[in-house]
């Protein structure tokens, strides 16, 4: 079974970056394809980036591109999501997304940017 | 970018009636190479992970009970309740994966 273990709650100031992790057990992160997924308070579920399949490639959203670096770890089957020059509309919940044809999620990591 | 809308936006039933949500996106997300919709379903409660409910559009995620059923190809797509109950109340949201970015319907908020 895949579980997907994230990293704990984080409050930043505006301009500051964050680094959230992602580890993984029951499979390993070469056997899938990893997406990050943020909802920011009262909004919707909308994706940050992740590991095109057919492309062979991280690809990031338009929204977030220069400001956001996703990398992995395959030695500790750990992902993470690092983002820059934070602002207060980048407070939201950050999850971790496992494609493997279904679709695993983690716990969600609420990172708060305030001064 | 494949820009996906569910309709309604809100849905008020009494408990034991059909629900009904709508979702469709603006170019076909059917791969027919794979003959599979890249169209997956979420149920969202308050200050939880998002369930997933459905994936390739129709199969069902194990341990999501029966009274939930997908359906749809190409562009238009529904998720069904048959039978409305109190643990159903959340937000559905749609989601296409057909490309990136992955994109995702506005929501549906579902209250009894």
């Known amino acids: 079974q895949v579980q997907l273990v994230q990293s704990g709650a984080e409050v930043k100031q505006p301009g500051a970056s964050v680094k959230v992790s992602c580890t993984l057990s029951g499979y390993t992160l070469t056997e899938l394809s990893m997406h990050w997924v943020r909802q920011a308070p009262g909004k919707g579920l909308e994706w940050v980036g992740g590991f095109d399949g057919e492309e062979r490639e991280t690809i990031y959203a338009q929204n977030f591109q220069g400001r956001v670096t996703m990398t992995e770890d395959t030695t500790r089957d750990t992902a993470y999501m690092e983002l820059r020059s934070l602002r207060s509309e980048d407070t939201a919940i950050y999850y971790c997304?496992?494609?493997?044809?279904?679709?695993?999620w983690g716990q969600g990591t609420l990172v708060t940017v305030s001064s | 970018d494949i820009v996906m809308t569910q309709s309604p936006d809100f849905l008020a039933l009494s408990l034991g009636e059909r629900a009904t949500i709508n979702c469709k996106s603006s170019q076909s997300v059917f791969y027919s190479s794979s003959g599979g919709n890249y169209l997956a379903w979420y149920q969202h409660k308050p200050g939880q992970t998002p369930t997933l409910l459905f994936y390739w559009a129709s199969t069902r995620e194990s341990g999501v009970p029966d009274r939930f059923s997908g359906s749809g190809s190409g562009t238009d797509f529904t998720l069904t309740i048959s039978s409305l109950q109190a643990e159903d109340v959340a937000i559905y949201y749609c989601?296409?994966?057909?490309?990136?970015?992955?994109?995702f319907g506005q929501g549906t908020r579902v209250e009894i």
């Open positions: 997304v496992a494609d493997m044809g279904i679709f695993y």
């Open positions: 989601q296409q994966y057909f490309t990136t970015p992955w994109t």
